[in-house]
Every structure is written in C-alpha cells, then in structure tokens.
C-alpha cells in the first residue's frame, strides 16, 4: 500500500489534544508514519536553550563545579515532562503509567551520569570522551516520552496506535540508523497500526554528532526514504508564509504554496528551519516529495517542496536575522593568502554560524549568528594571528528577499527604491548569482520596518495568481 510519513513538531506536540480531532481521528486513520519531536521546551531543558543558550541538564552536567545543579535540572525536567502529560491524559490509569515512563527514564539517565562522574573520577578516564554519549541519551528523553504520551492519547480514543522506541534505552546492540528503522517497524501493518515513531534514534553514526539538534527530520527523512512513502509531511503550528504575520499583518501575508528546495535550503539558513538540508537532500535522492502543512487545518494542500520550485519572478518571503557583522580589515591582505582560512578556522573552533559572507582586496566581512561571547573569543584568537588587523563587530540586522527564481525581478532596484522612499538607508547589499536570494543589512533598530515595506513592495504589490491571502504563520519553531 501507498503511505505517508509525517513529521510533528515540538509546538504543535504541545497542543495534542487539539491535534487529536485535525491530525489523527479521521475514517481511515492508517497508511500513516508519524514521527514525532519532544514537547515544546523539552529539548531545551534536557540539553541547553537554542536560542538564548541557557544551560539544560547536560550543559550544567558538562561545566558542573558540583552535582547538585544539573541533578536539580534534572529532577525539575521531569516533574515538567509529567505536568505536561497530566494536561493531556484525562484517564488515570494512562497517566500513571506514563509517570512510570518518567520516573524509569530519569532515574535511569541519573544513574548513568552519576557513574559517568565517578568513573571519571579516575586520571585514566576524561569525561570529555563520553559527553557527545550522554548528550545523545539526554536528547532521546524528550521525544521517548512524547512518543509515548500520545500512543496512549490514540488508543484511548480507539486508535491502534503502537508505540517504536529507537532511542535504544538499555539496548546493548549498536546497529546503524538503517537497522535501527528497520528493527523498529517489523511486524506493524500499516493497514492496521499506526506507529508513532521517536524523532531521535540511537544508533551507529551518532545523530547529535553529525547533525545536533536537526536529528529528529533527519530520522524522518531516512523514515521516508527506507520505507519508499509516497510523501513526507511536516507538520506545522502554521503555514509556510510570506512574512511574520505579527511584523506585517495578518491579512498581508501569503501561504506560499510551492517552493524550492534552493528556498528551504535558505531558510535553513536562517535559522527557520522549513527541513533540515540533510534531510532534503536525502529526500531528494530518494525521490520523495515533501510537503509542508499546518498541523490544524488539515484539509490545507500546505507547501509543496520540489527540484522546480515556484513560479520564477516572484518573491516568496522575506524575513530578517540579527547577525553581528564581523569585519577583519588588513591592508597587506592584497595578494596574500590565509587569512579566510584563519577566520573560518576560528569561527568553527568557537561554534559561530556564518550565515553569510562578503570580502575585496583588504577586507573581509562575515555576517554571523551566535553568542558574542564566542565572537569575542573568535575576535581575541585573530588579533594575535595577525596583530596589524583592525577587527570590528557590529550588532546589525539582515533581512532576506527569498524566491525559486529572482532572476528576472530586479529585486534590488525595487528593494532599493522602495527602501528609499522609506527613508531606509542600507548598509550593505548583496545578491548571488544563483538568485534565489538577495541581502540587505540594515541597523537593528530597522529590521522590523524594512521587512514591511520589502514585503509591501515586492508581495503584497505584486500580482500572482498563484499567491493567495492566507491567515497564516511563518514556520519557525
């Protein structure tokens, strides 16, 4: 039979009872593969805040002077994982055997971590070589038990739906991912169980390692890619959009209908997330097409992602980033090599994301996401390689002009005469010669404005047909 696997993300797990009537209960709830992330925040606690980089339990076990600090994170991430199942579960008896769930899951990763710290206690063995371990058991937490929560949500509500575990808890074995997938999905009947799948997998590769925190689409994208679906669904708290419906309003934004993955790949970028660039490029070769949705209106043909993209000349989003513009200046660059190799170097080693570049003959510019913190550091390692440099970095903003195929807009003349008549003055500007993008860097203080009147400019001013008005969302979570 024809089936689809779809992907849940974490704000939308976090409203599953809503979930139950616009995703799962329908006449024919099966032929699907549901993979699911942790509930809203989860990973965060377990690991350390995305964005902000607040510590969770493993960055407060990685850097701890004591024992107390990540086993109280611990002990407070728990007691939040069954808070939030006590919301969901209205039967006793479901609730507390998913309070057993917790309380085994826990205790165990407690008990590993404090041998972990008493083996490490010992000269001959650095806790540093098991961190990437217990990162990889800590991360598998979240996603275990919204699993699980909602395989008992389902049955409850009539439901065969059946629980796969790939996170490998107490599993000696040490298969690779496409094993692991295949262990986990033998014996279901797909014309008669719905599985719901953990979006974190345990297995030879090391997914955090490889991929960090995009593990979960990327388990989806293998998911789609082994079993042969028909489609791969992302499930949404919103529709893939023109805009931040709360920057530009509402009634100004458009459902975007059809894109690239050229597009996803930016938004990827971005820090938006629409798939993983792993995951679309294992789709891809696998032939199976991906489609974005909004998890509550299910009736919503959502975004198609494909190789051909929208239709070329129009302008599918804009949206913008707080970047630190970063800028290595040297008059005896000319002609001398090393020194974008000596930056990039550094920028890695301190765990900075480029999220784009510019240069000439003495100047380099990188366009960075991170902690300034870390750009510091970054910054102090390049003054001693090369002391005649002058280094700057500035708190600015770039907003992004997105669509399958720019070429023959002339996006930056009307971006720069609509920026002009609002009194916009850009700092900077760039576009490739894919098209698929064009960067407008801009003070801080201005992101806000000059995504409204891009957005006005080239979306809401531009007849398409195949844009319509939509009430709806940009998709980051």
Known sequence: ????????????????????????????????????????GMTNRLLEHKKSGQSGVYALFADADNDESWSEALTATGAEMIRLHTDILDDIGDRQRADAFVKDRIEGARACMIDLQRLCSYGHFRIEAHLMTLRELLSGLGEAHSAFVTTLLLNRNGVNA?????????????PDLANRIKQGLEGLDLNSDLPIVTGYAQC?????????????????????????????IIHKEFHLSSADPKLVGLENVRKIGRTSYDVADQLSNLGMEAIHPNAAKILRQADVPLRVKNAFEPEDSGTFIGPEGGKAGRVEMVTGLGVYAFELFEPDM????????????????????IVSKTSNANCITHWL??????????????????PNAEITTRNLALVSVIGSDLSKLGVMRQSLNALEAADIHPLAMQQGTRRVEMQVMVDKSQMAKTIKVLHHALIEQAEDDDIEPEHAAIAAE
């Open 204 to 232: 030879a590769e090391g997914l955090m390692r490889e991929y960090d925190r995009g593990y979960t689409e990327v388990v989806f994208a293998h998911l789609a890619a082994q079993t042969g679906a028909s489609e791969a």
């Open 1 to 40: 039979m024809t089936h689809t696997v779809e992907k849940i993300g974490g704000t939308c797990m976090s409203r599953a009872t809503e979930l139950l009537d616009a995703l799962y209960l329908r006449d024919d709830p099966y032929g699907r593969i549901f993979v699911v992330s942790a509930f809203g």
């Open 334 to 353: 000319v002609g001398a090599k090393g020194y974008d190799a000596a930056i990039l170097d550094a920028l890695t080693r301190h765990n900075v994301w």
């Open 162 to 174: 059946r629980y796969v575990d790939l996170t490998g808890w107490r599993d000696d074995a040490q």
């Open 369 to 386: 996401d991170g902690s300034l913190k870390s750009i510091r550091r970054a910054e102090s390692d390049l003054a001693k390689k090369f």
